[in-house]
């Protein structure tokens, strides 16, 4: 059974910090990791998509690593803001997206003025 | 292009009543998935479609609980005789072919409360 665990659940830091978000992963046969912005009351955006052939993908100041062998992926964001607030998610999926994602439950994300 | 779109928004009813929720795919994406987020959980993956075809529903409670995606129309998560666990925000994706290797996108979800 595939299980995505996501550390820390909470995190508050000032604005202008450089932070990092974990995300750990069972599953050996991970076809891609995705992360996800979920903002209160509104659905899923996506921030960044690492297919299993990459280590890496970067995005303005975000940037996802993806490492199979430890079953890790950490998000960074560079220089936070206080729109970055808000629950930041990762799912796998296997065998080339004909499965459905599995979620982490979520890291919520709070940035201070 | 408008993205997937859900509807309700916000869905309430009364024990034992029925929950319809409706979920559009982005224009030209011919597969469905329906993922319920229950309160301090994460999300999880309910059912998987493609138009009249059912992938993979291993998600799904095998009581009361269907999804389709007709030739025309929306796909509908229908929910019978409600309870108040299934009280949660219901969201849907949707893709091209996974062949395609494009990710999934998702709508803004139905908040389902069961009174």
């Known amino acids: 059974k595939q299980e995505v665990t996501q550390i820390p659940a909470a995190l508050s830091v000032p604005e202008g910090e450089n932070l990092v978000l974990n995300c750990s992963f069972t599953?050996?046969?991970?076809?891609?990791l995705q992360w996800f912005r979920q903002d209160p009351g509104k659905g899923l955006t996506s921030l960044l998509l690492?297919?299993?052939?990459?280590r890496e993908q970067t995005s303005g100041r975000l940037n996802a690593s993806l490492d199979k062998s430890s079953g890790r992926s950490t998000l960074y964001i560079a220089a936070s803001q206080p729109g970055d607030s808000a629950t930041y998610l990762c799912?796998?999926?296997?065998?080339?997206?004909?499965?459905?994602?599995?979620f982490g439950k979520g890291t919520h994300l709070i940035i201070q003025p | 292009n408008a993205g997937v779109m859900q509807n309700p928004r916000h869905l309430v009813r009364r024990r034992g009543q029925e929950a319809r929720l409706r979920c559009s795919p982005m224009?030209?994406?011919?597969?469905v998935y329906w993922y319920r987020q229950l309160p301090e959980e994460g999300l999880k993956f309910m059912v998987y479609?493609?138009?009249?075809?059912?992938?993979?529903e291993s998600g799904m409670p095998k009581e009361r609980f269907s999804a389709e995606f007709p030739k025309e129309g929306p796909s509908i998560l229908r929910i019978q005789q409600v309870v108040r666990g299934d009280s949660a925000a219901y969201f849907c994706?949707?893709?091209?072919?996974?062949?395609?290797?494009?990710?999934?996108?998702f709508g803004s979800g139905t908040q389902l409360s069961v009174l």
């Open positions: 994706a949707s893709s091209p072919p996974p062949e395609n290797r494009t990710h999934p996108f």
């Open positions: 599953d050996s046969a991970i076809y891609n």
């Open positions: 690492i297919q299993s052939s990459q």
């Open positions: 799912a796998e999926t296997r065998r080339g997206g004909a499965d459905g994602l599995t």
């Open positions: 224009k030209g994406h011919s597969h």
């Open positions: 479609l493609q138009k009249e075809n059912i992938i993979d």
